[in-house]
């Protein structure tokens, strides 16, 4: 593994150059395309017919010679009907036509089709052409979306439903995705207990397990929890050393910081865990470290206050996530909203401040805080969809000033 300097107090983007450089792409398998929607393709995928596979009618009709018809109020036989999924092999020659219906093959000798609803079925069997059409109309010609050979699906991309479709298309059964990341969770405190418990004494309940499952799940991630750990540096090694056996990802909460039984730094280089990233320049989140184990597997310890670590699992973990898919989290700039409430100015650390964001009426997005009281409190942030990303030492923002934001959630609804 290649020894490279600790960031200590890294900024935002430092951060990000250094998940970039360090983050190894994963494992590789094939699944059925049933099983590929929100998967990241590893292979780009080519078609192997043209598309359509013949010259094809757009519209319910009749195939015509357009030379036949001139503006239209012209009689012609009708030699037969062509359903969708039907071939003919009858020409079309002068004074004839045939019926047919959308998404069928052109016979040979025809040129366009006229909309049925431009014709007149007479009693014989003729059909009166009440327009003129030009040749090629309401035919869509065979390879004009895309060619056999043509790349469709460019990897490595996240598919969507509409992904899915354009796979089954190329005729691509089973595709080559990343494996789902397996995302491992330790939650570390003696004072922790779990959510059916009624907290006594200096007990609190653990929020963040089931957070942090929540997060990785809503990613696509296979979540493990390996559950609360007592803050001895024995039990963390023992934890974090089988955790790591079973993990891509190593989420770790509590522990980071500079108390007497904050461990967890100290166990991950026990474990062989090398930190590129000691603490960084955020508020809230400070205490964050970032290594890479001997085995390629990431290992992100985040602060054990419910908020911070919301924060830190969007500003590392969700990254990592992206990374190990070899997709590219930070290709796109922060989206910007009008703020409804005044935030006060940072100091020398990049400030995160929960909020949610809104569609207005006229297309706009707004953006307002949460009425969140500190790192400690997830209440607060029950609505927030958003981080306000506030650079370091920026000034206080008034309402209707523009903040740049991270989406945590869906702002659509």
Known sequence: METRPTLEYAGVDEARDRLRSIVPAGRTELVPLASSLNRALANSITTDVDDPPFHRAMMDGYAVRSGDLGDGGVSLEVLGDIP???TSNTEITEGKCVHINTGA???????????????????DGRVLIQVGVAEGRHIA????NTRAGDVVLHAPMRLDAVAMGV???????????????RIGI????????SPDCFPEGG???????PQLRGLAESCGCIAIDFGVVEDDRKSLCTAIAAALEQSDILCITGGVSMGAHDHVPE?????????????????????????IAEGGQVVCALPGNPVSAMVGFHLLVKPTIDLRQNLNPFKNPHPVAKLSDAIKPTTNRTTLVPA??????????????????GSGDPFGCINANALILRPENAPAAEPGAWVRFLPTGSIFG
Do not use: F
Request: hydrophobic share 40%.
């Open 84 to 86: 969708a999924g039907a």
């Open 356 to 373: 949610h964001v809104a569609v207005e009426d006229d297309g706009s997005l707004h953006i307002s805080p949460s009425s969140w009281r």
């Open 186 to 193: 330790i939650t570390t405190g003696a004072e922790l207990v």
């Open 141 to 144: 010609r065979r390879g004009v």
């Open 267 to 291: 166990c991950l280089e026990r474990c062989g865990v090398q930190l590129h990233i000691r603490k960084m320049r955020i508020k809230p989140g400070k205490p964050v470290h970032v290594g």
């Open 203 to 209: 007990q609190i309940r653990n929020s963040n397990g």
């Open 105 to 123: 093959p052109i016979p040979p000798g025809a040129d366009a089709v006229v909309p049925v609803e431009d014709t007149t079925l007479a009693p």
């Open 167 to 181: 796979a089954a298309a190329a005729g691509a059964a089973k595709l080559s995705v990343y494996s789902s990341p």
